[in-house]
């Protein structure tokens, strides 16, 4: 295979109740990924992203560890099936450990644990319904950057994630996201809306969660990247262990710059980006970035089994 392959890592938003479930039923390796992740966290994890409810898997520290064991599956699977290693990786906010897991810096077993631990500090940093995150469609970054600093008043707002352009998610204090909204559509923001997430991350408000992540990290042995990952925060290359603890420490009350993340690919002479995960939120997203650079994911059976018959080709 001649073509450049990146591989990406979908965050909180591409879980749904009974993902991967046709790829379970043709691939052993999805209910064995599932089965060591449970082991770590006490608890069915597969079970849980089959019968649900919703409710309970949209929790953080279920939502987390239920897509990196989703998206490490898949990257078995192609692994498994020869598709070839990638020249670059990248994730959005979780998908970034991923990533990491991938490049083999984190083992499987050290990511479940930390990214469990990271769902749970993050829901304990902010009471339920005091924080908020909204998309805003139609606007540009200094735009949105005003609209963040304009309704702020003495509370926490500001951008979360540079998606792409004119798609950007702002995260803060709940009163403050709901007047940025009225302002955006002042503004001519061509949508609006909170999301169903009442964790505000990327943002300050995350800042005590990232000092209780910055300890455990300290007890988690990582090794220099052995595929480059692309950081969020930077959106640079990672370059030892030190580097990926400060990365994922910042990386919780920074906004992901994935719009930087996608262009960086450029470097790499990348001519296909895979999404790996569950879902299709950042096959959309890059297309939106990059419109000539093709996009594949692997959200269901069949996608999976195309972007392997591309290989084989």
């Given at each position: 295979?001649?073509?450049?392959?990146?591989?990406?890592?979908?965050?909180?938003?591409?879980?749904?109740?009974?993902?991967?479930?046709?790829?379970?039923?043709?691939?052993?390796?999805?209910?064995?990924?599932?089965?060591?992740?449970?082991?770590?966290?006490?608890?069915?994890?597969?079970?849980?992203?089959?019968?649900?409810?919703s409710d309970e898997l949209n929790k953080t520290r279920h939502t987390q560890p239920a897509l990196l064991a989703a998206s490490y599956a898949i990257w078995r699977i192609l692994q498994a099936k020869g598709y070839g290693e990638p020249v670059v990786l990248a994730g959005h906010s979780l998908g970034e450990y991923t990533?990491?897991?991938?490049?083999?810096?984190?083992?499987?077993?050290?990511?479940?644990?930390?990214?469990?631990?990271?769902?749970?500090?993050?829901?304990?940093?902010?009471?339920?319904?005091?924080?908020?995150?909204?998309?805003?469609?139609?606007?540009?970054?200094?735009?949105?950057?005003?609209?963040?600093?304009?309704?702020?008043?003495?509370?926490?707002?500001?951008?979360?994630?540079?998606?792409?352009?004119?798609?950007?998610?702002?995260?803060?204090?709940?009163?403050?996201?709901?007047?940025?909204?009225?302002?955006?559509?002042?503004?001519?923001?061509?949508?609006?809306?909170?999301?169903?997430?009442?964790?505000?991350?990327?943002?300050?408000?995350?800042?005590?969660?990232?000092?209780?992540?910055?300890?455990?990290?300290?007890?988690?042995?990582?090794?220099?990247?052995?595929?480059?990952?692309?950081?969020?925060?930077?959106?640079?290359?990672?370059?030892?262990?030190?580097?990926?603890?400060?990365?994922?420490?910042?990386?919780?009350?920074?906004?992901?710059?994935?719009?930087?993340?996608?262009?960086?690919?450029?470097?790499?002479?990348?001519?296909?980006?895979?999404?790996?995960?569950?879902?299709?939120?950042?096959?959309?997203?890059?297309?939106?970035?990059?419109?000539?650079?093709?996009?594949?994911?692997?959200?269901?059976?069949?996608?999976?089994?195309?972007?392997?018959?591309?290989?084989?080709?």
């Open positions: 295979m001649t073509t450049s392959s990146c591989f990406v890592f979908p965050g909180q938003g591409s879980q749904s109740v009974g993902m991967l479930s046709d790829i379970a039923r043709e691939f052993s390796t999805v209910e064995a990924t599932f089965a060591d992740a449970s082991a770590v966290l006490g608890f069915d994890l597969w079970k849980l992203t089959q019968e649900g409810p990533a990491l897991v991938c490049s083999n810096a984190l083992q499987f077993t050290d990511a479940i644990k930390l990214v469990a631990a990271r769902g749970q500090y993050m829901q304990d940093a902010v009471p339920e319904g005091a924080g908020l995150l909204a998309a805003l469609v139609g606007l540009d970054d200094e735009m949105v950057k005003k609209i963040c600093a304009d309704a702020a008043g003495e509370e926490v707002l500001a951008p979360a994630n540079f998606n792409s352009p004119g798609q950007i998610v702002i995260a803060g204090h709940a009163a403050a996201v709901m007047r940025a909204l009225i302002l955006a559509k002042e503004a001519g923001a061509k949508l609006a809306k909170p999301l169903s997430v009442s964790v505000p991350s990327h943002c300050v408000l995350m800042k005590p969660a990232a000092e209780r992540l910055a300890l455990l990290l300290e007890t988690i042995d990582i090794q220099k990247p052995r595929l480059p990952v692309i950081n969020n925060v930077d959106a640079v290359i990672y370059e030892s262990a030190d580097h990926i603890r400060e990365g994922l420490t910042r990386q919780l009350f920074m906004p992901v710059r994935w719009v930087d993340v996608v262009q960086a690919f450029k470097t790499y002479s990348v001519d296909q980006v895979i999404e790996c995960g569950p879902g299709k939120v950042l096959s959309g997203l890059n297309k939106r970035i990059v419109a000539d650079m093709p996009v594949r994911n692997t959200a269901d059976l069949a996608s999976l089994q195309d972007v392997l018959s591309i290989h084989e080709r």
